[in-house]
């Protein structure tokens, strides 16, 4: 189990290198995290939703991602609730007070999806989630130490140390954990390290006597591994910018924004992306991205009260082209309904107006993964129709378009065929809004729609190539943290407890 002193200490990265590190060694390994709080989601196969997290782990391990690998997935609403999801399905909405008194109710669930990983694979690597030393939650928490108990699994401590104070987190939580707890602490890892790895020697013998546990290994900092991030706290680390591209493509940052993942491809193909929070930001981009939410209506709300609604239309009726993905398509609408009050309290709001269409909420999610093919050959879609591309939905309610130019057609999905239209594209061609997560990841599209953009703007051809190949990235976070970590030391660990 890998468990971190904070949160964005690195566990997520670790786990995963962790699962292509045995996958390589010949093992059958799974990842798993109990409960994961994130907007960023991936549906599986079976339709069900969970961490975008576990996703990836399951990625580098070879496997295909089960809901059993994240079987509640807290998706917050607000600063003080969230939407709860089991085993891949909504479960309920709840307040932060009222969802602890709820925790005891899913050890049942947890320990269930626990027993059918360990009987599948040789080897399940468990993340845990924030601090186990949380004192005011440890009561209740069912993520951390209560499953490392569950599992009887040996537990490697992380810390952060280029946000500094990695010496005093270490020792702070060990000390705050009691005595059994401190007892599943078999080794400790320091992540993020910049500089020279010898002169953190003398810190290291001194944490290894003051605790006496080992340090299994200093993990260096780096950027030049394309591994899709979890957390949000990654856009505030991120330079923003930095590809350094030919096309400048504006992302809207909304405080609920979700699968920010899905714009990861752009960067990679000659693309300057910035992520926006106010409308200063936003200047002359050659594409602005309204990007999914979870809570369409107060992101919406957000826009407003910062002007940014303003700036996007301006923009979008000066010319500049408009994506919306799945809450970012709603918002571009005429209107968003929501006669039953799932998300919010209005009845009803102004959308931005920018595509004729209505959205009405209702209760039931829809979750499933995608193939899809191209409608239109007009604007930002010239070029593509016809092509397959393969994606994910993930939302709330029914978008009905009177636009003349249908986006997509929905041809499958894993439970057999389907026939149902996606999305919409304005009279222009400018304006294009779809519920297709990961629409970027599809190569062909990608590139096609990218040349669409290049020619709308006048600008010559972008430079050739793909993105990395996701299986050599895993291979190259892999080589760096089995250098890094004494992973000989960690099997003995694993098998033997010492």
Known sequence: MVQGTASSAGKSVLVTALCRIFRQDGHRVAPFKAQNMALNSYVTAEGGEIGRAQAVQAEAAGILPTVDMNPVLLKPTKD????????????????????YDYTPSLLKTVEGSLARLRAAYDIVVI?????????NLKEREIVNMRVARMSGSPVLLVGDIDKGGVFASLVGTLELLDADERDYVKGMVINKFRGDVSLLKPALDFLEKRTGRPVLGVVPYFRDIRIAQEDSVYLDERPNGAAGGDLTIAVIRLPHISNYDDFDPLEEEGCT?????????????????????????????????????????????????????????????????????VESENAGVAGLGLLDVVTEFAPEKSTRQ?????????????????????????????????????????????????DYADGALDAGGRVLGTYIHGLFHNDAFRKTFLGALRNFWGLAAGPGGAPPEKDKEYDKLAALVRASLDIPRIYRIMEAGV
């Open 80 to 99: 003080t609730g969230c939407q709860v999801v089991v085993l891949g399905k909504v479960a309920r909405n709840v307040s932060a007070h009222d969802y």
């Open 127 to 135: 993340e845990g989630a924030g601090s186990p030393a949380e004192i």
């Open 273 to 341: 992306v910035h992520y926006v929070t106010q409308r200063f930001e936003l200047g002359s981009p050659h594409l602005i991205i309204v990007p999914g939410t979870k809570s369409t209506v107060a992101d919406l709300a957000y826009l407003r009260h910062s002007g940014l609604d303003r700036s996007i239309v301006a923009r979008a009726r000066a010319g500049t082209p408009v994506v919306g993905i799945c809450g970012g398509y709603q918002m571009l609408g005429k209107q968003i309904l929501d006669p039953r009050g």
């Open 370 to 418: 995608v193939r899809a093919r191209v409608l239109a050959d007009a604007g930002l879609l010239a070029g593509t129709r016809g092509l397959e591309l393969t994606g994910y939905e993930i939302h709330l309610g029914r978008t009905l378009s009177s636009e003349k130019a249908g986006a997509f057609q929905i041809v499958a999905t894993p439970q057999g065929p389907a």
